[in-house]
């Protein structure tokens, strides 16, 4: 099983200790998460890093055009997070970027496996733990960021001036 890596209880605190500490210089951070998914994490993987590091519309999109079977479920997940920031920090989706998100290995069932000529086996049930942090930054750093994204190809236009301008 050397495909799958888990996280102990210890060493994740210190990454979500990590970014509590960083709450207050790039704003509100919101957690959401969903335990128990039955797929396996090698293949949700693949659907998280679609999403990872994104604004929210664009992690979104990412989502609702993915063949992927599960993608519905990350995409829950995603507006989950987008809905709390809403309704306890009254933050649009604009403003929602994807700062963390992650797939680890949740709890396993076992279950008999039936074979022919009447023998039987163990088998498992694997089951997957999904978390996401989304960073709930202020609407003028979102237009900034954006401007500069946009006019950084075209225009040599720095931070400071877009900020003096607005």
Request: aromatic letters at 8%; one cysteine or more.
């Amino acid at each position: 099983m050397g495909v799958f890596r888990t996280l102990s209880a210890a060493a994740s605190q210190p990454a979500a200790a990590e970014l509590e500490a960083q709450s207050s210089s790039s704003g509100t951070i919101i957690k959401s998460a969903k335990r128990n998914i039955s797929q396996s994490p090698w293949k949700l993987r693949f659907l998280v890093t679609l999403a990872h590091q994104k604004w929210y519309p664009e992690a979104m999109a990412q989502m609702k055009f993915s063949p992927k079977l599960y993608s519905k479920e990350i995409g829950d997940i995603l507006k989950r997070g987008a809905d709390s920031a809403n309704m306890y920090h009254s933050a649009i989706p604009e403003e929602l970027f994807v700062k963390e998100i992650y797939v680890n290995k949740g709890a396993s069932r076992r279950k008999m496996r039936i074979m022919g000529r009447g023998r039987t086996g163990i088998g498992y049930v694997v089951y997957t733990y999904t978390c996401t942090y989304t960073c709930c930054c202020a609407v003028h750093n979102a237009s900034i960021c954006l401007a500069v994204r946009v006019l950084g190809a075209l225009l040599p236009l720095s931070l400071s001036t877009l900020r003096n301008s607005n």
